[in-house]
């Protein structure tokens, strides 16, 4: 099974998953440090840091959902229409274990991501709000760490 998936990693490049995931998450940085520092009716859109933190987590899980889905999209359906999976199939390895790796490599590299891109964020965000102090809650590292994982 390891061998499969090792053979998969090197046909479709770790590089280019990365460098997507990278640009999903300087995007989500982008809209949720927008707005941090939006003020609706004089109150921000933040009323603590517990809401900047749920905030960026749903965002996070729903990008890397869709981001899951392309992948299974690249990985497998895209075999099956240029029918490249025949030569796989030709393999003496069972159909499903050649399936649940290329499901493997999905679902290790999208928890990977989450759990990258809400430590990430969320440190971000506690040094913009050290800089920029604009939420009134202690912005602590264990409350990172609580709601990270």
Do not use: C, W
């Not at 949720?32 to 749903?58: M, P, Q, Y």
């Not at 729903?62 to 030709?90: G, H, P």
């Amino acid at each position: 099974m390891l061998n499969i998936i090792k053979l998969e990693l090197k046909k479709y490049k770790l590089s280019g998953l990365i460098k997507g995931a990278l640009i999903a998450t300087s995007i989500i940085f982008l809209i949720v440090a927008l707005l941090f520092f939006v003020k609706v009716d004089d109150e921000l859109s933040f009323e603590n840091v517990n809401d900047a933190l749920i905030l960026i987590d749903t965002a996070v899980r729903s990008v890397f959902i869709i981001y899951a889905a392309s992948l299974i999209s690249k990985l497998v359906i895209d075999e099956f229409k240029s029918k490249t999976i025949s030569i796989l199939f030709m393999y003496p390895v069972n159909r499903k274990k050649i399936l649940i790796a290329k499901l493997l490599i999905i679902a290790i590299f999208t928890f990977v991501s989450i759990i990258f891109a809400n430590t990430v964020l969320a440190i971000l965000f506690y040094l913009i709000n050290s800089i920029y102090p604009t939420l009134e809650d202690t912005y602590t590292l264990a409350l990172i760490k609580k709601n990270t994982h």
